[in-house]
């Protein structure tokens, strides 16, 4: 069989681009997605917190997390539905596990604690969150980690350094940097 | 020296099999997910699909899911390890150039 260089260019070409498009549509497709959905959840219920009512924000949480789960239930049946497993693990399982065991955690602490104040509150779900988000990241895929490190040093230093701003700094660096995070991973991953 | 692969390097195929490999292991994707990946036809899906099954480089496992017919498609070890020796042999074409 022969193969011109200009050939061979060509194929590897139709190769890397068929790769790079599985991977976006097949394994990366749903991620995005989750992060754009959470990061505008985020943004708005912060914003919310900053400048609506007490009750009127918590209500808008309220929603905001219902609709949140709603999307993420969709998009999760949604994601699954081209690529299967053709012999199951019992990863998937035990990290389900994990997100259920560390809801319930954050729930006995928020408890122990009780009562908190809308900052603590929301300190404890972005610390758990993050807690869980490294774990995933040491985990599956390393990069990931610093972004949940970050994320806990942005929300440490706007809960002690900044409180005054610390809802609206939540809002525009936490959910709009998973926001822009989600929009990087759709078009450059 | 890796080889090229003739069944292989016809370009539905080489795209089928680029998409399979990008998959973990033990994934497998579903035949109607892969037509739109590819954007082919279910014929000529198909008709591909059967070229690289006889030669073991897929495989092809059809199953019911709630009661309807499913077929999903997984490259092999073979096909992997053989897709591998493709794209080295393509590299050194162009490295020798």
Request: proline share 18%; charged share 0%; aromatic share 10%.
């Given at each position: 069989m022969n193969v011109s260089p200009s050939e061979a260019e060509e194929a590897l070409a139709t190769i890397q681009t068929m790769m790079k498009k599985t991977r976006r549509a097949i394994s990366s497709s749903g991620a995005y997605v989750l992060l754009i959905v959470w990061g505008v959840i985020w943004l708005l219920g912060f914003l919310g917190s900053q400048f609506l009512p007490k009750e009127t924000a918590s209500f808008a949480w309220m929603v905001l997390d219902i609709t949140g789960g709603i999307l993420s239930a969709v998009l999760g049946i949604r994601m699954n539905r081209g690529v299967r497993r053709?012999?199951?693990?019992t990863s998937g399982k035990r990290i389900a596990i994990f997100w259920l065991l560390l809801f319930f955690y954050c729930i006995a602490a928020v408890a122990v604690s009780w009562p908190v104040d809308g900052k603590q509150l929301a300190m404890y779900i972005i610390l758990f969150v993050t807690v869980g988000w490294v774990a995933m990241g040491l985990l599956l895929?390393?990069?990931s980690v610093w972004w949940g490190l970050a994320m806990t040093v942005l929300a440490l230093v706007g809960y002690f350094l900044l409180p005054d701003i610390f809802y609206i700094l939540m809002g525009i660096l936490g959910g709009g940097g998973m926001i822009a995070l989600g929009f990087y991973i759709r078009y450059k991953w | 020296m890796a080889e090229l692969n003739e069944t292989i390097h016809q370009t539905v195929r080489l795209r089928i099999m680029a998409a399979l490999v990008t998959?973990?292991?033990?994934e497998e994707v579903d035949f109607s997910y892969l037509r739109d990946l590819l954007e082919v036809t279910d014929g000529n899906l198909g008709a591909h699909l059967r070229k690289l099954e006889e030669a073991g480089y897929i495989a092809v496992n059809k199953i019911f899911v709630e009661r309807k017919p499913r077929t999903f498609v997984a490259a092999t070890a073979a096909g992997r390890k053989v897709f591998q020796e493709h794209v080295a042999a393509l590299e050194s074409i162009i490295k020798s150039k």
């Open positions: 053709s012999a199951p693990t895929s390393f990069t | 998959l973990g292991p033990s």
